[in-house]
């Protein structure tokens, strides 16, 4: 079954320092999003991502953070400038875009821990 | 605004015991509504989802939820626990035309032998 993928898995950095961290939606896919959660809080939208723009995004999604697709399988999002309060798990999903939010269904990766020092 | 409230932070069942975990919405629209469950060290798998069609929803894994307008509540049921059940359960709203999924915090259920 086809599965969204992430790497790395767990990600230590300094503050200050800009991360990537990287995603392979499933392969016909067209949405795509990103997700966090700070540890003990709830699963928080980041941004949806489609036809290489932002469709929709969060007040946390500052410019601090930007996504792209740089070529057809990977999805990245790049957190600049990383504070202490960043640190979080980062979920990828995507999914088919059928054009009806209802129906179309998002699926999650697995996934990266993100741990600011 | 759309939101969910997940009642129970954590519920401990015994293996082959019914399981119920609750979950009230609350949407000015029509919402579409997810359980979501999260394995240690695994990705967010659907496990159901409402879309206004029939109110009573099967899902993977014996699951089911059954949406209720009068109640605003969207409670996942399963007959009886397994022990791989174990695992992190969110309950998801979504409003249509848009794309962001709004979580619960979770339920965490334990499953005894």
């Known amino acids: 079954e086809p599965e969204v993928t992430q790497t790395p898995s767990h990600q230590v950095t300094q503050m200050g320092q800009e991360v990537i961290l990287r995603c392979v939606p499933i392969s016909n896919h067209l949405y795509f999003y990103w997700y966090r959660q700070i540890l003990g809080q709830k699963v928080e939208f980041l941004v949806s991502?489609?036809?290489?723009?932002?469709?929709?995004k969060s007040e946390i999604f500052d410019d601090q953070f930007s996504v792209e697709r740089p070529d057809g399988s990977n999805f990245t999002l790049k957190i600049r400038s990383t504070k202490l309060e960043d640190s979080a798990m980062y979920f990828c999903?995507?999914?088919?875009?059928?054009?009806?939010?209802?129906?179309?269904?998002?699926?999650f990766g697995p996934g990266t821990r993100l741990t600011v020092l | 605004a759309q939101s969910v409230t997940q009642l129970d932070s954590h519920v401990s069942v015994s293996e082959g015991t019914p399981v119920l975990l609750r979950c009230n919405y609350s949407s000015s629209y029509s919402p579409s509504l997810f359980w979501y469950v999260q394995h240690p060290n695994k990705g967010l798998q659907l496990l159901l989802k409402y879309t206004s069609a029939a109110t009573l929803v099967k899902g993977i894994n014996g699951f089911e939820a059954e949406f209720k307008k009068s109640e605003t509540s969207f409670h996942l049921t399963k007959p009886s626990a397994h022990m791989s059940d174990a695992a992190e359960y969110f309950c998801v709203v979504i409003r249509g035309g848009f794309q962001k999924l709004v979580f619960g915090t979770g339920t965490r259920l334990l499953v005894s032998p």
């Open positions: 999903a995507s999914s088919e875009g059928s054009g009806d939010t209802f129906t179309d269904t998002q699926y």
């Open positions: 991502f489609y036809n290489n723009e932002i469709s929709e």
